[in-house]
């Protein structure tokens, strides 16, 4: 009888923490919510980058989406047509050495409905972050930049999805047509 309260308690309190959790907006790391509009995705690379079009995918498959080859059938189309790197000192001691980095990541982007018509002209996405540079310790600092790249790459996916749900929650709002 004890044994079968301690159980009930614990999966309530189970039960009540997830709860909570998912009241709170709380969601996994890279879940996204897409709009209506976008079941079927074309996703158009000009520029090749492994990173961004494998977490992009990803992204959009966890929000529901079909990433589709082509335009046809597709709802609309993302066309990925800059993406650039660029990394700069930010910071440099008494002696000119670095020692602090910034790394900066531009995409540059336009989305397509089914029919062609543009939904959002080229529009740039502009991400940078600034770490510490350790010039003693230069494998270790490779790790870092990697990582602060990576971390680059999940937020520019993010920002790109939210800019197009935006795009079409502001189409709703004024009336205007939208890829359906």
Avoid: H
Wanted: overall charge positive.
């Amino acid at each position: 009888m004890v044994q079968m309260l301690k159980n009930t308690f614990r999966l309530g309190l189970l039960v009540a923490f997830m709860l909570l959790i998912v009241a709170c907006g709380w969601r996994l790391r890279g879940s996204v919510d897409l709009p209506e509009q976008m079941k079927k995705v074309n996703l158009i690379q000009l520029v090749e980058n492994r990173d961004v079009n494998s977490r992009l995918i990803k992204a959009l498959k966890s929000g529901g989406a079909e990433v589709v080859e082509s335009k046809v059938g597709a709802d609309v189309s993302i066309m990925i047509t800059k993406i650039q790197l660029n990394k700069k000192s930010a910071a440099v001691d008494s002696q000119g050495r670095i020692i602090a980095q910034e790394v900066i990541l531009n995409l540059s982007y336009n989305l397509q409905d089914k029919v062609g018509n543009m939904l959002i002209e080229q529009d740039t996405i502009r991400l940078s972050r600034i770490y510490r540079y350790d010039p003693d310790n230069v494998l270790g600092m490779e790790r870092e930049e990697s990582r602060v790249l990576s971390g680059l790459i999940d937020e520019v996916v993010v920002a790109l999805i939210n800019r197009i749900k935006y795009s079409f929650k502001s189409q709703k709002q004024q009336g205007q047509p939208s890829a359906n």
